[in-house]
């Protein structure tokens, strides 16, 4: 965890203009909460400089965003100060609640232990409570798995596997899709180079030859009108706590 949030510190300069898928599967999952449901106590988790917060104003009752990194939270305080924010770890929640709504975008495929933290989060909600979340999913970066599979930044689960997280933790599932997203980047160099902006940075040093032939490869094999593409798929889910 400490390794995840020192690389989301080191990336708060360069994610907001890096964030476009981030963004898009943000916007999706706002969609899965109405605006006449939109109260009540709310903690978002993994918030970071509050792509989905924002798309979740305007709020009725008090709305807590948090993330584990100060300098996300100081970003997040300086673009959305309508609402409050925490540095705050995941894995504590219990002390938050209790709360009507948990939100997490794109945060749990980050932590080594998202059963657990699903459970803490389950015992954090009222009776009735809803859990609405977004992950990513395997198939992300599907272009640069086949290419330079040493490359990716963290061992993707699938649907059936995050469904099974969920269920297990004490939620019935309501709703769940899978959600896929097509990002163009003039080149791989600029599309490496916005992977380590938004922090995403690969999980083992690739040698200097190894990664220009995989480069030339990229571009080879994945162009498209206006660059090359990369892949981005999600999963998301709004659960009841049981």
């Given at each position: 965890?400490?390794?995840?949030?020192?690389?989301?510190?080191?990336?708060?300069?360069?994610?907001?203009?890096?964030?476009?898928?981030?963004?898009?599967?943000?916007?999706?999952?706002?969609?899965?909460?109405?605006?006449?449901?939109?109260?009540?106590?709310?903690?978002?988790?993994?918030?970071?400089?509050?792509?989905?917060?924002?798309?979740?104003?305007?709020?009725?009752?008090?709305?807590?965003?948090?993330?584990?990194?100060?300098?996300?939270?100081?970003?997040?305080?300086?673009?959305?100060?309508?609402?409050?924010?925490?540095?705050?770890?995941?894995?504590?929640?219990?002390?938050?609640?209790?709360?009507?709504?948990?939100?997490?975008?794109?945060?749990?495929?980050?932590?080594?232990?998202?059963?657990?933290?699903?459970?803490?989060?389950?015992?954090?909600?009222?009776?009735?409570?809803?859990?609405?979340?977004?992950?990513?999913?395997?198939?992300?970066?599907?272009?640069?798995?086949?290419?330079?599979?040493?490359?990716?930044?963290?061992?993707?689960?699938?649907?059936?596997?995050?469904?099974?997280?969920?269920?297990?933790?004490?939620?019935?599932?309501?709703?769940?899709?899978?959600w896929q997203h097509l990002e163009i980047y003039p080149?791989?160099?600029?599309?490496?180079?916005?992977?380590?902006?938004?922090?995403?940075?690969?999980?083992?040093?690739?040698?200097?030859?190894?990664?220009?032939?995989?480069?030339?490869?990229?571009?080879?094999?994945?162009?498209?009108?206006?660059?090359?593409?990369?892949?981005?798929?999600?999963?998301?889910?709004?659960?009841?706590?049981?």
């Amino acid at each position: 965890m400490n390794e995840v949030v020192e690389k989301f510190d080191r990336s708060v300069e360069g994610y907001e203009a890096n964030c476009a898928p981030q963004e898009a599967l943000a916007a999706e999952l706002a969609r899965w909460v109405p605006y006449e449901e939109r109260s009540g106590f709310a903690i978002e988790f993994g918030a970071g400089t509050g792509l989905f917060t924002r798309k979740m104003q305007p709020w009725c009752g008090p709305y807590l965003a948090t993330d584990a990194s100060a300098q996300m939270v100081a970003t997040g305080i300086r673009l959305c100060p309508i609402v409050a924010w925490l540095q705050h770890d995941a894995q504590n929640a219990q002390s938050l609640g209790p709360a009507d709504w948990v939100f997490a975008c794109n945060l749990l495929q980050w932590l080594d232990n998202p059963a657990e933290i699903l459970s803490g989060w389950r015992d954090l909600l009222k009776p009735g409570g809803h859990l609405v979340i977004a992950v990513l999913l395997e198939g992300t970066f599907g272009e640069l798995q086949q290419i330079l599979p040493e490359a990716n930044p963290l061992t993707w689960r699938s649907a059936g596997a995050w469904s099974s997280l969920v269920t297990q933790a004490g939620f019935a599932i309501e709703r769940a899709e899978i959600w896929q997203h097509l990002e163009i980047y003039p080149s791989s160099l600029d599309f490496l180079r916005s992977v380590h902006a938004m922090g995403l940075a690969p999980r083992h040093l690739v040698g200097p030859g190894r990664l220009r032939t995989a480069l030339r490869k990229y571009d080879g094999q994945y162009a498209i009108a206006g660059g090359v593409r990369s892949t981005w798929r999600g999963w998301l889910a709004r659960a009841a706590a049981d």
